[in-house]
């Protein structure tokens, strides 16, 4: 290792928002390191701030731009906000894609959605193999979370040992795929690790995590004892669950129904990897007619209370001409996700009004995936790491788990999205700080989050819009009557805003100098002012103005 | 009681919703009833389903078309989502208005604020005194709630007794206002109720309800343990919360300083109405420049994560000058309502950037003005109902209460809004359903919830709007080419979009027929029809299309 050669890292998303995680490690001589990305996830929009958006991505322009020096991309596990924008910004990186088995079929299916070649996408070996890229070795760390086959990463560089731990918990019975393994953490740690960038989500649930062991027993006893149909709904990605409770309806003599494609297709992704084996037999929910209510079970995609997830339309009406009916029982086997509250409210209210017995908001049926606090601490403990820089989380996510590690005595790094870490040395430091931000995928376009499209619908949103067309003649003069056309505005009378707005916009050009009129730009002030004035003294709001001036100026 | 004489209740507002709470008792010949309204309350827009509305409240038109026959407007207490809507739906109502004292103040500003005279509102005294309104004698029963002075009503009618609860808990030592007085709920239980009309929001919490005394020594120890400066945010109308922290504050010798406008405004109402004695010394914010911040508190209004109060404005910048720094404290003594967690958090990690000391979500400084679950079975066995209606939740919440009520052998009505209970005969029943809504303030316009302008904002929001200006010549042919104008699409590049759709209606135009071009109508489907699919071709979305028509065809 050279004198002018340096380890750093650094999050272009992820590292304050939970979701769109993206984080990029880089080596080699200041202006010429040699790159690998790990991570290239979604977030999802909403009304507030993104009315309209399809998806959320990290902005990758920084790599985009080093992409000739970009090694490979790794994927640690196949979650969207960790693998979800692959097909959108493959075209803008370029390199090798790596992730273990299932989470690569997952990979590959995003890329092919997209219209791009598969087989950029290799399979990874489990630690303690490892592959090279570059000045990086890598080895996939199975850890338990709650999607199978999620990976820790050991980095291995010539200025030493990163452990990136993607998403984690550590649970010694996950049902489907590796348990926490104790004894793996500790050799890592013991090799010396020079830094832990450790996932931050739960860093505020003071109680360990428990396993997806503890829910099964309760889930079997709510099969046996639920008297009409139970219907239950989880992440679809979330196999080791889907398992528990097809199993669990299965055994106590119910048929089970899976309803959704992202569901089915989760399940099929289950077989085809080997992750998933001896699920219970299903049945089409077409040929469910004949089984009586209380011999049957389903499992729904919509846990979040998307409105066209199968939770949603039983709700609402039925699905694929299924109802729910009173007697019935529906288990939400997940947490609401903050900012979705509303949303699943709305289901709850609808179910209670067909009378389903509704189980939500219950651990008894639910664990996390993620590490808590007191997990975290005892992954600081095994590892033993020289520094800390906390990822995927809110500011405050990290400012806490940054806390946590000062008071054991770790040097931690708060290292939101952009900072530079310069990990070369004993001791991590913030370096440098790049520009980083949001792309959004809009429509079929991808679009900067600055670039004033959504704000230009939010003020259509909040403010209305009215749209005025002025026709001109040559010599300046108005040749007809402007004409008004208000969407999104509150109208006293139907058709009167319209007019009173033609009037005095008629007024204003009546008002004008010839100078004013004959200048488009002049002319357009006037005209907004005048429609923004009359409109907030007609009715209270300022709308956003158009206005589309003809002039007959032709020879 | 002649036997035409019907006692009904029928909830506008209130009962299929937290929030915007109305409700209406009748008593008489059916079609010739006489009315009591019991609240007048708001509830909040979101960008979700309500871009741009000020605020929302019940349709009133069921009780508008009658307001010849309401005998008087009672209010319980002073609450937004109880008095909020007073000053903007009286013009419809104008009956007269009343309340307890500190309620009646806030009633008089609400009318006040409306150019309306507040002399319509009338003090009542408290129970066992009552007051009578045509058919209707009511009582003002002291309950305890997060708010001075709210009340339980005791309605006596010629067909019986009703108890309408509004917002209460049971508070043994509320801190300010009259305790839970358990003697006088089993006195009007003992003289014969016949339907308890219930407040039902916290239905689902299964504990008991703490003691706003519970929250006392926690807070003095808070105060005199943070090192620096503490804030503290609580709803304004909060008062005994505001006097708690305000007093632990002082005692542990810190300055008190009150930040925003309604947290002033309502501690001069606490004066004015007598009901909030002994509120430690102020300090004005501007004359605290000279106070360590070790001796200061202060306290903020915008719990909630509402963007322009003290709180968020301290979160993200300053408020009047004055800046949060790393190691202050900021407590939230108050509960995220659901649905503001993604402001709060935005909030939180504002604070966490600028390394203050948060402390949220956490029972210990913070109290529910709702009886929950145990309170609200404590509350049956003490009135003793033969009859039971929830009121003020969401449609689970009205269905939880009823079937705690019926396992306890009560009748109980899921009466959501628009359900006309009759209450003459021993056992409740629904026997008629009214159409009820909602009505919101857009800027100083009353629209109805299904007037459509609302669905044109988030139509635009999530779609964009493209506005078209096509002029035609007398004969039919177009005078010139079209020219679009495209607000909140993407655009590739700056421009393209708009001229690419002007090339496609141009085409779309000149392939026409002749017949199709001088019918406006005709012209115009045709116009948005070739928008939409070029634009879904270019960039994947359909958007909103206006079509302004000009046609030369003047003499």
């Not at 090694?71 to 390199?95: F, M, N, R, S």
């Not at 505005?489 to 004959?518: H, N, Y």
């Not at 923004?532 to 103005?545: N, Y």
Request: with cysteine; hydrophobic share 40%; net charge negative.
């Amino acid at each position: 290792m050279s004198k002018n050669e340096k380890l750093t890292f650094v999050a272009l998303g992820g590292a304050g928002e939970i979701g769109m995680n993206m984080y990029l490690y880089g080596y080699g001589p200041v202006g010429d390191q040699r790159f690998i990305l790990v991570d290239v996830g979604l977030t999802f929009p909403d009304m507030d701030t993104t009315p309209g958006v399809d998806l959320i991505m990290a902005d990758p322009s920084f790599i985009e731009a080093r992409a000739d020096r970009l090694e490979a991309i790794i994927i640690t596990h196949a979650h969207e906000d960790h693998v979800g924008a692959l097909g959108l910004l493959y075209p803008k990186l370029q390199a090798p894609v790596i992730a273990r088995n299932f989470t690569a079929l997952i990979a590959r299916q995003k890329l092919e959605r997209s219209g791009l070649d598969p087989k950029v996408v290799q399979t990874a070996p489990v630690w303690p193999e490892t592959m090279t890229f570059g000045p990086f070795t890598v080895g996939f760390v199975p850890v338990s979370h709650s999607i199978p086959e999620a990976s820790g990463l050991v980095i291995d560089t010539p200025a030493g040992r990163i452990f990136h731990t993607g998403d984690f918990k550590l649970d010694p019975d996950p049902q489907v795929g590796e348990p926490f393994d104790e004894e793996m953490f500790r050799e890592i740690g013991a090799s010396g690790v020079k830094a832990l960038v450790c996932d931050s989500t739960n860093v505020f649930s003071p109680r360990p995590g428990r396993s997806e062991a503890d829910i099964v027993d309760p889930i079997r006893s709510l099969m046996r004892d639920a008297k009409g149909l139970v219907v239950a709904t989880t992440f679809a990605s979330n196999i080791a669950r889907l398992k528990t409770l097809a199993q669990a309806a299965h055994d106590e003599g119910r048929s089970v129904v899976v309803l959704g494609r992202a569901m089915n297709t989760m399940i099929q992704n289950g077989f085809a990897s080997g992750v998933l084996k001896n699920f219970p037999p299903t049945v089409d929910v077409k040929e469910s007619d004949g089984i009586a209510r209380e011999n049957l079970f389903m499992l729904a995609t919509g846990s979040q209370g998307e409105r066209r997830a199968a939770t949603a339309q039983l709700a609402s009406q039925s699905y694929m001409g299924f109802r729910l009916k009173e007697g019935d029982t529906f288990l939400f086997s997940s947490k609401t996700i903050p900012g979705n509250e509303t949303s699943v409210g709305r289901i709850l209210n609808l179910m209670s009004e067909t009378g389903v017995t509704v189980i939500e908001d219950d651990d008894t049926y639910h664990v996390s995936g993620h590490a808590n606090r007191p997990d975290l601490e005892r992954v600081h403990e095994l590892l033993k790491p020289a520094n800390l820089i906390p990822m995927h989380g809110e500011h405050r996510h990290l400012r806490e788990h940054v806390n946590i590690a000062n008071a054991k005595g770790i040097n931690a790094v708060l290292a939101p999205n952009g900072t530079i870490v310069d990990l070369t040395g004993d001791t991590a430091q913030v370096v440098d700080h790049i520009e980083t931000g949001r792309t959004y995928l809009d429509g079929k376009v991808l679009i900067g989050a600055m670039d004033g499209v959504v704000r230009e619908r939010i003020r259509m949103a909040t403010r209305g819009h009215v749209v005025v067309s002025v026709m001109m003649e040559a010599d300046g003069t108005p040749a007809d009557r402007p004409w008004v056309d208000c969407e999104g505005l509150p109208d006293p009378q139907k058709g009167v805003l319209s007019e009173l707005l033609e009037a005095e916009i008629d007024e204003a050009l009546e008002r004008a100098k010839r100078s004013t009129l004959k200048d488009d730009e002049a002319l357009e002030n006037l005209v907004v002012k005048a429609v923004r004035m009359e409109s907030d003294r007609l009715i209270g709001k300022k709308p956003v103005v158009t206005v589309m001036i003809n002039r007959f100026d032709e020879g």
